[in-house]
């Protein structure tokens, strides 16, 4: 098969949403649908033995959200077309938005999902924004309609104030909580009834091409006259789906269903299949990198330490920008300038693996890395390229670490040094003192952190609070200059990870303050990956 018909198979998207709308739940029901999994995990069901596929840490069963980011692979079939998906479920809890940042430059485009109890949350509206940056497409999908919530109409009024998005309603729901039936297909003419409870991929379905049909009748009775006034009331009101408005972020097709009774789920999955697009050309410093390009390149957004606490093994999720990966290849690893050969690459679902043997632009795949890879690495077969757009952001929360055994100090250094790489934290070591400063965008992670120091590197550590409450990065063309601000604030200077100098400040206004009386000093809120 050729270079460009494999590229035409792909799809690589995100699921973004607030915490509890549903997110993991659908990411459960699409797998199925693709044949992954037989059977979906409960993910309420936290005392069950089975976990959701997607959530492997301990901590994440234990809670019952997703803090870390899966990467899932599987086929799907529609008619004769076959097609090749790359599901990338992000962090769930509004705490880890900054993992969710870096997924989202991995994907071609995005699912969103709304809880149709509560409207459009923060956290969407945070995770909106970042899909702007690139003007990622994204499909909606309004989950929970077997339980009460807002008017349909309502809903989309809301997605459209909030998120500044143009909404094209795909599916229409029938009813809502007990009084639930189903979808209406509008692009199909196909009412799709459902049995709730249902965990099989069974669906019934009636092709109704007219409304007045007399067997919508038979098949909803009084609610048959309400699905046409709503559809009525639509074709009036709201937008056509436009694919091109669609391929540039500025309108929205929604879809309706009930991810966890299995409701619209596969129209969700058939049309995202039919109008999302498949990879596209990636913004390097040099040029832009084309997916039909015959030479290999592709970039690092995302270090997970620890999928296999048996082996203490670190795995780098690499997002294929162009050409074809062939395992054992060498590749050019253009920040420590050295070739490497790449004999075993993996490919995921959640935490069950399988060596890849090839893959191709769109493709997300992993490598085992030993310390030499991080966040933001460009591998290429040819020329030198760095692609943008994988932004360290500053922390908002900051947390001294405080260690229990002393003796543990080179395992404390090790661990929060590879979290760090990973992405799971933000590590600054103070020049006063050398203490080891936690930075963070929510509480959760500093839990997390703890957790799996005492889990994965046996360090018994917890932490306290600090007086810091700003972060940023600081340079400065003029070498006396720096010396000099360095000199006079060193009491609020650290080093990061990888060895940038931040000022760590006490207070919106000291921040403020210094930048009037340091002009010369650039003070940077986000840092790109090196």
Not at 16 to 41: N, V, Y
Not at 191 to 212: C, M, P, Q, W, Y
Not at 421 to 445: M, P, R, S
Request: glycine content about 6%; overall charge negative.
């Amino acid at each position: 098969m050729s270079l460009q018909s494999e590229i035409e198979k792909r799809r690589t998207f995100g699921i973004i949403s607030h915490p509890d709308a549903g997110k993991t739940t659908l990411t459960e029901k699409l797998l199925m649908f693709g044949g992954a999994i037989q059977m979906a995990g409960a993910v309420k069901a936290r005392k069950a033995s089975r976990h959701a596929t997607s959530d492997w840490m301990k901590i994440e069963q234990e809670r019952g959200i997703s803090v870390a980011s899966s990467v899932m692979k599987f086929n799907y079939k529609i008619d004769k077309r076959d097609f090749e998906i790359n599901l990338l479920d992000t962090p769930g809890h509004q705490d880890f938005s900054e993992d969710t940042y870096r997924v989202l430059t991995a994907v071609d485009s995005a699912m969103m999902v709304i809880d149709s109890g509560k409207g459009v949350e923060p956290q969407t509206e945070k995770l909106m924004e970042v899909c702007r940056m690139r003007n990622t497409p994204i499909v909606t999908f309004i989950n929970k309609l077997d339980r009460e919530g807002l008017e349909p109409l309502d809903l989309l009024t809301d997605i459209e104030e909030k998120l500044q998005i143009e909404c094209a309603p795909m599916t229409w729901p029938i009813g809502m909580g007990k009084s639930f039936k189903g979808v209406y297909n509008l692009y199909k003419k196909e009412l799709n009834l459902f049995k709730a409870g249902s965990e099989t991929a069974d669906i019934k379905r009636v092709h109704i091409e007219d409304l007045n049909d007399p067997k919508l009748d038979e098949l909803l009775g009084h609610q048959a006259d309400e699905l046409r006034e709503s559809i009525e009331l639509l074709e009036g009101a709201a937008d056509p789906f436009d694919l091109e408005h669609f391929l540039t972020g500025s309108q929205s097709p929604v879809f309706f269903g009930s991810a966890v009774n299995n409701f619209g789920v596969k129209e969700l999955l058939d049309a995202f299949c039919e109008f999302a697009p498949h990879p596209s050309p990636r913004d390097a410093i040099q040029r832009t990198v084309n997916p039909e390009e015959e030479a290999f390149s592709g970039f690092c957004f995302k270090i997970q330490a620890n999928m296999d606490p048996a082996h203490r093994d670190r795995i780098a999720f690499f997002r294929i920008c162009s050409g074809k990966f062939k395992k054992g290849m060498s590749v050019r690893h253009h920040r420590i300038g050295k070739d490497v050969k790449i004999p075993n690459a993996t490919i995921f679902m959640a935490q069950d693996r399988a060596h890849v043997e090839e893959a191709y632009a769109g493709d997300i795949i992993g490598i085992h890395n030993h310390g030499t890879i991080k966040i933001g690495d460009t591998f290429t077969t040819k020329e030198e390229l760095k692609f943008t757009g994988i932004p360290n952001f500053a922390p908002e929360m900051f947390r001294r670490v405080r260690l229990i055994d002393p003796m543990k100090r080179k395992q404390l250094h090790k661990g929060l040094i590879q979290l760090s790489e990973e992405g799971a934290v933000q590590v600054f070591k103070t020049h006063l003192g050398g203490d080891y400063i936690l930075g963070a965008v929510g509480v959760l992670q500093f839990d997390v952190t703890v957790a799996r120091l005492n889990a994965e590197y046996k360090v018994d550590a917890d932490y306290v609070g600090t007086d810091f409450q700003i972060a940023r990065w600081v340079t400065c063309e003029d070498e006396k200059k720096l010396a000099e601000f360095t000199r006079l604030f060193d009491s609020a200077l650290a080093e990061d990870a990888d060895g940038f100098l931040a000022y760590l400040a006490p207070s919106a206004w000291k921040l403020s303050y210094t930048e009037e009386q340091w002009p010369d000093i650039t003070f940077h809120k986000t840092r790109e990956h090196i």
